[in-house]
C-alpha cells in the first residue's frame, strides 16, 4: 500500500513567480520547502536561464510579478554577467542561473534535507537530489606497520630518563 504525501496549500505567490519562469522559458524549475531548515525563507525557486540577457528578462518578469501582488521584495542581486540572480521576497527567494552556475553551485545538493514541492498539484515530490558520497573510511594500517609501532611504544615506556646526577659532564676547555 503506497502512503500518499498530504497536499500543500501553496501561496498564490510562489504559483504566480512559477508560471511567470515557465512563460518566460525558464528550465529545470523545482521549488523547495526549506522552512524546517532555515528561518530566513520558506521556498526556494530554482530555475535555469539560458544566457545573461534571458536570466534579465527573467528578473524583470519576477520583479513584476511580485510587485503586482504586493509583497516588498527585500532584497535582489542585480549583478550583470555573475550568471546567477537571486530575487528575496521574504518567505521565498528565488534562484536563476546559467546552466554552467547551476551545476557549480548545486543548491538542490546544498539543501538536501529540503522537500522538493510539485507546484501543480501541491505535494511532496521527494527529498532533493544528493550526490551519492561514499562513507569515510578510516585506511588500515598494514600489519608489520602495527607490530612494528606496537614495539617501538613498549620501547619508550621500559627506557628510564637519565637522571642529572648520573649524566656524563663535558670536560672543561682549556685557556
Not at 501561496?11 to 512559477?18: D, E, R, V, Y
Not at 534562484?95 to 522537500?115: G, I, M
Not at 608489520?144 to 619508550?156: G, I, S, V
Request: proline letters at 6%; glycine letters at 4%.
Amino acid at each position: 500500500m503506497k502512503l500518499k504525501t498530504p497536499k500543500l496549500e501553496l501561496s498564490p505567490l510562489l504559483k504566480q513567480i512559477c508560471q511567470a519562469l515557465e512563460e518566460k522559458k525558464a528550465e529545470d524549475i523545482k521549488v523547495l520547502r526549506v522552512s524546517a531548515q532555515s528561518s530566513i525563507t520558506d521556498y526556494l525557486v530554482l530555475g535555469t536561464g539560458t544566457s545573461e540577457p534571458h536570466l534579465r528578462a527573467l528578473r524583470v518578469e519576477l520583479e513584476k510579478v511580485i510587485d503586482k501582488s504586493g509583497v516588498r521584495i527585500l532584497g535582489m542581486d542585480t549583478d550583470q554577467g555573475s550568471g546567477w540572480i537571486v530575487v528575496d521576497a521574504f518567505d521565498i527567494m528565488v534562484h536563476v542561473f546559467t546552466p554552467e552556475n547551476r551545476r557549480k553551485y548545486a543548491l538542490e545538493s546544498l539543501w538536501k534535507d529540503a522537500e522538493e514541492i510539485s507546484i501543480t498539484t501541491g505535494q511532496v515530490v521527494a527529498k532533493a537530489p544528493t550526490t551519492k558520497k561514499r562513507p569515510a573510511v578510516k585506511p588500515q594500517p598494514k600489519p608489520k606497520a602495527k607490530a612494528k609501532a606496537k614495539a617501538k611504544a613498549k620501547a619508550k615506556t621500559k627506557t628510564k630518563p637519565k637522571s642529572v646526577a648520573g649524566a656524563k659532564k663535558k670536560p672543561a676547555k682549556k685557556k
